[in-house]
């Protein structure tokens, strides 16, 4: 008889597509070797390394990451140095620059989002994971 391979638990999931998702953000965001914090502009440097990131530049949420329906939403997240993302937030400075970068209506459609109950299947995190690699 021979053995099923165990699936990845939700959690191991849902920390990959994390690690995924902040490697899309900070490539998407960043100029070559550096990138700028979207809400202090303060310049950070950014390296390739076996295919990663690797920089103190961070990938900060304006709806914060507890709210799942926005949690991978490329719109909610900017790259930002660490002190803007956690010692702070910034998020006065944050909502100007993504009304600035996206439009006006985008920060009533984020606000309304947070709201929405998501529960994601196995198929859904797999899918994201996939799609932002």
């Given at each position: ?7 990845p ?22 100029m ?38 926005l ?21 006065d400075?944050?909502?100007a ?27 859904d ?8 690699k």
């Open positions: 008889m021979k053995k099923r391979k165990k699936l638990s939700m959690r191991s999931l849902e920390k990959k597509l994390d690690d995924v998702f902040s490697q899309f953000i900070k490539r998407r965001e960043s070559g070797h550096y990138a700028l914090c979207f809400t202090c502009n303060k310049r950070m440097s950014v390296e390739l390394v076996n295919g990663r990131i690797k920089s103190e530049a961070q990938c900060g949420h304006f709806v914060k990451r507890q709210h799942r329906s949690r991978w939403e490329p719109l909610n997240a900017q790259i930002q140095c660490p002190r803007c993302n956690m010692y702070g937030g910034a998020q400075e944050f909502a620059r993504i009304v600035d970068k996206y439009g006006a209506g985008i920060l009533s459609w984020l606000l309304i989002r947070k709201h929405e109950t998501v529960r994601h299947t196995r198929a995190l797999e899918k994201m994971i996939d799609t932002f």
